[in-house]
Every structure is written in structure tokens, then in C-alpha cells.
């Protein structure tokens, strides 16, 4: 039984969380004895592995004021655990990876979970410490990449190539299927009309997503598509957000925009929707909610940034970041496929799915880099 210690930035609803939180869930439990420390605190999802039967450990470093206490609370649990493998996950959990395995003597693995972050959506400071790390590289085993945008694009920054390797985020295809009823279900709860064109996007509000670009291709879209909606999910993604609202009704969209907030339902929402749409602009390496539509069999009109286009092929649209008048060019083509143009496009995206990205075997190749570094 090989003690695997994750450690991660934090445990919130993000990409990034939930892969790892999937990770969890499918790991060989008779070969791997896994636990989490949180630098940033336990999080939402923290009950959910903890419900695994895996330990979870707050650090406490919620501020800058917290490191020093962090760091001995850190370098304590690891001498408690006595982990065979470190896990770094997310930019700061890959400096405290790299940090606990010096002062343990523990192979280190990093996790990068982005291709770029961008200085204009993203803390100075993570940018500042995403570049610093290159200098450290020599110290995991292994560089774990969900990209190979992600890859390229670190390697560029002076991270070792030689200690670098691609493994793609997975996903449960039991939980993303396609569904008659649950797509009967929610249209019902949110009072949308079976002749109904829906596009749905579904991330935390957050300038690196670009909710607006979206919205301006939608208000483009509108006057020719009359019976269109638009979901909107995730956290900042609700009817609370003033900023969200204000964008929408600048663009007189508020009755076509749907703000659903947070929501544990993505399955469900997902089944329910006829096209996905990912208008991001920077920072995401592999997209969870590409994979996930993909998996449902609906297809995408997505923003080519990290591995997007590499991912979708020709299983949807792939169009410039910033760019409305692409976006809203390829979501009226999407719709003028009709809805078995639609299902038949969906049916290959999620063919390629199973055969490339499902969580089985992307867990698989995991327990094999774990393996073969013990």
C-alpha cells in the first residue's frame, strides 16, 4: 500500500477540484492510500472526499499572514502521514509539494491544471510564482500537465522537458449521458418551451471566462433565432451578481438569460441543453465542461484556447477568444443544423469521449506514474 499525499491550492468548485475529486474517487484503493492537505482551507468539496474515507487537512494558509503557521502545520502532517509520493495540484500546491518534499526526502509529482495565466484576470502574484517555480523544476519526479498547451507552454517558461508528461483530465460517463428525462425535467422546472434553442455555459463568473463575449454574441444571435435561451451556471452566476445583470440588461438579453448560480446538477443541466458554449480566453489547459457536454452528446462552440480544438475536432465549433461576431457566426450555424444534425454530432462527441478521456482509464494512467515512481 503506497501513501499518496495531494496537495492542493484549495477545495472549491473548480476544474481543477473536481478532477482531482474524480481522481479520488476511482483510485486502486488496495494499492494506493491517498489523503489531502488544503493549504487554503478544507472547501466545498472537502466533505465530498472525506465521504471517500480519504483524510482531508486544512494548512490554514488563507493569507499572507497564515504562511508561517501553514508551513509548520505542513511540514508536521507530513511527518504524521509519512507519504511514499507528494502530489503537488493547482501552482500553489506544486510550491508546497516541492517544499515538503525537500524537507522529507519524498518523490514529488506537480500538477499543472492551466496552459497560461493571464497578468490581466489573474493575482500578480500567482503569475509571478507560476514563473518562479521553472527555477524548481528539477525537483519533482514528474510534471504532470492536463494539456499539452499546458506543456508547451511551461516548457517555454524554463520548466524541465525531460520531467514533463500529459495526462488529460477524464470523465464519468455513467453520470454524463444523454437523457430524455432529465432533459424533459429541467425545461419543465425553468419554464423553457420544447421549441427552444439552449445554449449552455456553465463556469464561475470570473474575467478569465468572458461572460461577456458570450452575451454579445447572443445579442447578435437573437433577432434571427426569436426562440433561443441561455443558461448560465456557476458560482457568480446568479440573479445576486450585479455585475451579470447589468451586462445582460445593457444587451436587453433578460429575457433570454436564465442565471442559475451554483449548481451540483451539472448532468442534469447539461442533458437539458442543445449546445454548449465555452467562451473562455485564457489560463484553462483542458476544460471539464468541454468533456462533460461532449460526454452527454451535446456539441460545442468553444473558444480556441489550451487544448479546446485539439479536444472537439470536428465535434463542434472552434472559433478565436475575444472574438463575438465568430462566436455568434458559429452558434447561428450550429443551430441551422437542427436537432438531428445537432444529435448527430453530439453522438460522435461523445464516441470520442469514451475512447480517449474516460476516468477509468485517465485514473489508470495516474496509478501508473505512481507506480513506477516507488
Same mark, same amino acid.
Given at each position: 500500500m503506497k501513501k499518496v499525499v495531494f496537495i492542493t491550492t484549495d477545495l472549491e468548485l473548480g476544474g481543477a477540484e473536481m478532477m482531482l475529486l474524480k481522481l479520488l474517487s476511482r483510485i486502486d484503493r488496495d494499492r494506493f492510500e491517498p489523503a489531502v492537505l488544503s493549504l487554503a482551507g478544507? #472547501? @466545498?468539496?472537502?466533505? &465530498?472526499?472525506?465521504?471517500? #474515507?480519504?483524510?482531508?487537512?486544512? %494548512?490554514?494558509? @488563507?493569507? *499572507?499572514?497564515?504562511? $508561517?503557521?501553514?508551513?509548520?502545520?505542513?511540514?508536521?502532517?507530513?511527518?504524521? %502521514?509519512?507519504?511514499?509520493? %507528494? &502530489?503537488?495540484?493547482?501552482?500553489? *500546491?506544486?510550491?508546497?509539494? $516541492? /517544499? #515538503?518534499?525537500?524537507?522529507?526526502?519524498?518523490p514529488v509529482f506537480w500538477g499543472v491544471r492551466h496552459s497560461r495565466l493571464d497578468v490581466l484576470v489573474e493575482k500578480r502574484s500567482t503569475v509571478l510564482l507560476e514563473r518562479f517555480l521553472a527555477l524548481l523544476s528539477r525537483i519533482p519526479r514528474r510534471i504532470v500537465y492536463n494539456s499539452r498547451s499546458g506543456k508547451t507552454r511551461h516548457e517555454s517558461l524554463g520548466y524541465m522537458a525531460r520531467r514533463g508528461i500529459v495526462v488529460p483530465n477524464g470523465f464519468d460517463l455513467d453520470r454524463f449521458k444523454p437523457d430524455e428525462v432529465f432533459r424533459s425535467e429541467v425545461r419543465r422546472e425553468l419554464g423553457i418551451g420544447a421549441d427552444c434553442v439552449v445554449v449552455g455555459f456553465f463556469g464561475r463568473f470570473h474575467p478569465m471566462k468572458d461572460h461577456a463575449t458570450l452575451l454579445e454574441a447572443v445579442k447578435m444571435l437573437r433577432p434571427d433565432i426569436p426562440q433561443l435561451k441561455v443558461i448560465l451556471a456557476g458560482d457568480g452566476c446568479g440573479p445576486g451578481n450585479p455585475e451579470l445583470r447589468k451586462m445582460i440588461a445593457d444587451r436587453n438579453l433578460a429575457d433570454t438569460v436564465l442565471l442559475l448560480g451554483p449548481r451540483r446538477d451539472v448532468e442534469r443541466l447539461t442533458a437539458a441543453i442543445d449546445i454548449a458554449a465555452n467562451s473562455s480566453r485564457a489560463n484553462e489547459g483542458f476544460a471539464n465542461v468541454i468533456g462533460e457536454a461532449m460526454a452527454v452528446g451535446v456539441p460545442c462552440v468553444v473558444t480556441d484556447v489550451g487544448d479546446a480544438a485539439s479536444i472537439v475536432v470536428d465535434n463542434g465549433e472552434i472559433v478565436p477568444p475575444s472574438n463575438a461576431r465568430a462566436f455568434s457566426d458559429a452558434l447561428h450555424r450550429m443551430i441551422m443544423l437542427g436537432s438531428d444534425g445537432r444529435r448527430e454530432m453530439g453522438a460522435r462527441?461523445?464516441? @470520442?469521449?469514451?475512447?480517449? /478521456?474516460?476516468?477509468? $482509464? %485517465?485514473? @489508470?494512467? /495516474?496509478?501508473?506514474?505512481?507506480? #513506477?515512481?516507488?
Open positions: 478544507s #472547501g @466545498r468539496l472537502a466533505g &465530498q472526499i472525506e465521504s471517500l #474515507g480519504i483524510a482531508v487537512h486544512d %494548512i490554514g494558509m @488563507r493569507t *499572507g499572514a497564515g504562511i $508561517a503557521g501553514g508551513t509548520i502545520r505542513l511540514w508536521r502532517r507530513l511527518h504524521e %502521514i509519512k507519504p511514499d509520493l %507528494i &502530489q503537488g495540484w493547482m501552482v500553489h *500546491g506544486n510550491l508546497a509539494a $516541492a /517544499f #515538503g518534499g525537500v524537507i522529507t526526502g519524498t462527441a461523445r464516441k @470520442r469521449i469514451a475512447e480517449s /478521456f474516460s476516468i477509468d $482509464a %485517465i485514473t @489508470r494512467q /495516474f496509478e501508473v506514474l505512481y507506480s #513506477g515512481s516507488l
